[in-house]
């Protein structure tokens, strides 16, 4: 089992930026990816991005492709998202996520709030 503690989160202007940590904990050894998922208030969670934690390969949503940047530190067992140019569209809970071994693994959510 993998625990996942996120931090960063906060409020900003639009067009600002802000950069959401994971840290995992537990049984590293066996990630397969990590990822970040996002959810809006009366609206489902929805995927954001993901990386490969072998290759680094990484996905985006359509939704934030050219702003959002997700990387990680294999040797922190940590997982980042760096968000530019927000917008008051990006505000939810974001959640990390991990896949390790054969288990999913969520954080608690972050806060991230754009005014516009």
């Known amino acids: 089992q993998v625990q996942l503690v996120e931090s960063g989160g906060g409020l900003v202007q639009a067009g600002g930026s802000l950069r959401l940590s994971c840290a995992a904990s537990?049984?590293?050894?066996?990630?397969?990816?990590m990822g970040w998922f996002r959810q809006a208030p009366g609206k489902e969670r929805e995927f954001v991005a993901r990386?490969?934690?072998?290759?680094?390969?990484?996905y985006y949503a359509d939704s934030v492709k050219g702003r959002f940047t997700i990387s990680r530190d294999n040797a922190k067992n940590t997982v980042y998202l760096q968000m530019d140019s927000l917008k008051p569209e990006d505000t939810a809970v974001y959640y990390c996520?991990?896949?390790?071994?054969?288990?999913?693994?969520w954080g608690q959510g972050t806060q991230v709030t754009v005014s516009s």
């Open positions: 996520r991990s896949f390790a071994g054969s288990s999913w693994s």
């Open positions: 537990g049984r590293t050894g066996s990630i397969y990816d």
């Open positions: 990386i490969d934690w072998s290759s680094g390969r990484n």
